[in-house]
């Protein structure tokens, strides 16, 4: 009877093909892993749309690049008849202060203020028949609009 063991079998070739399925398999197994988390990473990397933040119907009106990398953006919907302010990141990163603010000729100011990984905001407000100053900080910087937009 010929003696057989299990680091050398028998049928050598069956058995080498059969770890190369195997391995074969990790590797795509692997490589495919590693392609889902790369798709999440950029995903998780990307700078948010303003529209996309402050919401459907809203369109951009006005913008402020602040000297940070980052932009207040002033946004309207006529079908709610609100503007919206969002201050948002070039891109995502480590938490950091960021705030979005926006007020009408005689109310009060309406801000989102936090440590934020991408945008702060939105903020609404509704200044029918009335102007607007609007404004953000990403960091120490900060600024503030004339009043303007009326309507």
Wanted: aromatic share 10%; charged share 15%.
């Amino acid at each position: 009877m010929p003696r057989t063991s299990r680091t050398s079998p028998k049928n050598w070739k069956n058995w080498t093909s059969g770890k190369r399925r195997i391995r074969s398999a990790a590797v795509v197994a692997t490589v495919a892993a590693a392609g889902l988390l790369g798709a999440a990473v950029p995903a998780s990397a990307a700078a948010a749309s303003p529209t996309a933040v402050c919401g459907s119907g809203y369109s951009v009106i006005d913008s402020h690049r602040l000297a940070t990398p980052a932009t207040v953006y002033l946004l309207y919907s006529g079908g709610t008849g609100k503007n919206c302010v969002v201050t948002i990141r070039d891109t995502t990163g480590a938490v950091d202060f960021m705030e979005a603010w926006v007020t009408k000729t005689g109310g009060k100011r309406v801000i989102d203020s936090g440590l934020y990984t991408s945008y702060a905001g939105p903020v609404y407000i509704s200044a029918a028949g009335t102007c607007v100053q609007w404004g953000g900080r990403y960091g120490k910087v900060e600024w503030t609009s004339d009043w303007g937009h009326c309507g």
